[in-house]
């Protein structure tokens, strides 16, 4: 009884290995946000729909604040470039740099879109404030030359 147990028990570890090796693809990884990167080759080489929230982390490191957006899906918020050092000088005599940006320094914001899977869906870019900026499903739609969405595109956006 105990050979055929161990058989059983070799088999179904086999079976599980090969099911889940079949499940796994091979992550495409996305471009990086730089300053020296323009921010439309960022935007129409960021793969969507397929990026979860671990390799996002592992690949971008952690977001400057994370929050929830208008259509209720959650976002994590990257600035790059226009950093600017300041060196104050503590009562205590005792100083500190600490770099500052603000809107109209050259700060680039991107925010990374994920759906409720945790899979990122959409890439919101802004460089002066507020809903002045691009959307990398506007981007992608543009370089395909149509406005018709991929059919996994924009998916479970409300």
Same mark, same amino acid.
């Given at each position: 009884?105990?050979?055929?147990?161990?058989? $059983?028990?070799?088999?179904?570890?086999? %079976? =599980?290995?090969?099911?889940?090796?079949?499940?796994? #693809?091979? @992550?495409?990884? *996305?471009?990086?946000?730089?300053?020296?990167?323009?921010?439309?080759?960022?935007?129409?080489?960021?793969? $969507?729909?397929?990026?979860?929230?671990? %390799? =996002?982390?592992?690949?971008?490191?952690?977001?400057? #604040?994370? @929050?929830?957006? *208008?259509?209720?899906k959650e976002g994590w918020v990257y600035q790059v470039g226009g950093k600017q050092a300041q060196t104050y000088q503590h009562p205590t005599r005792e100083k500190h740099t600490v770099y500052e940006t603000g809107p109209g320094n050259g700060v680039r914001t991107y925010t990374l879109m994920f759906d409720d899977k945790g899979v990122v869906i959409d890439v919101l870019y802004n460089e002066k404030g507020r809903h002045d900026g691009l959307t990398a499903l506007q981007v992608q739609r543009k370089v395909r030359g149509d406005g018709t969405p991929r059919k996994d595109e924009g998916r479970d956006v409300k």
């Amino acid at each position: 009884m105990k050979p055929v147990l161990n058989v $059983l028990l070799t088999l179904t570890t086999i %079976a =599980a290995s090969v099911a889940l090796a079949g499940q796994t #693809r091979q @992550l495409s990884m *996305p471009p990086s946000f730089a300053e020296k990167l323009e921010p439309e080759a960022v935007l129409s080489a960021y793969p $969507l729909g397929v990026i979860p929230k671990q %390799a =996002a982390f592992s690949h971008h490191g952690k977001a400057l #604040r994370t @929050l929830i957006l *208008p259509n209720g899906k959650e976002g994590w918020v990257y600035q790059v470039g226009g950093k600017q050092a300041q060196t104050y000088q503590h009562p205590t005599r005792e100083k500190h740099t600490v770099y500052e940006t603000g809107p109209g320094n050259g700060v680039r914001t991107y925010t990374l879109m994920f759906d409720d899977k945790g899979v990122v869906i959409d890439v919101l870019y802004n460089e002066k404030g507020r809903h002045d900026g691009l959307t990398a499903l506007q981007v992608q739609r543009k370089v395909r030359g149509d406005g018709t969405p991929r059919k996994d595109e924009g998916r479970d956006v409300k």
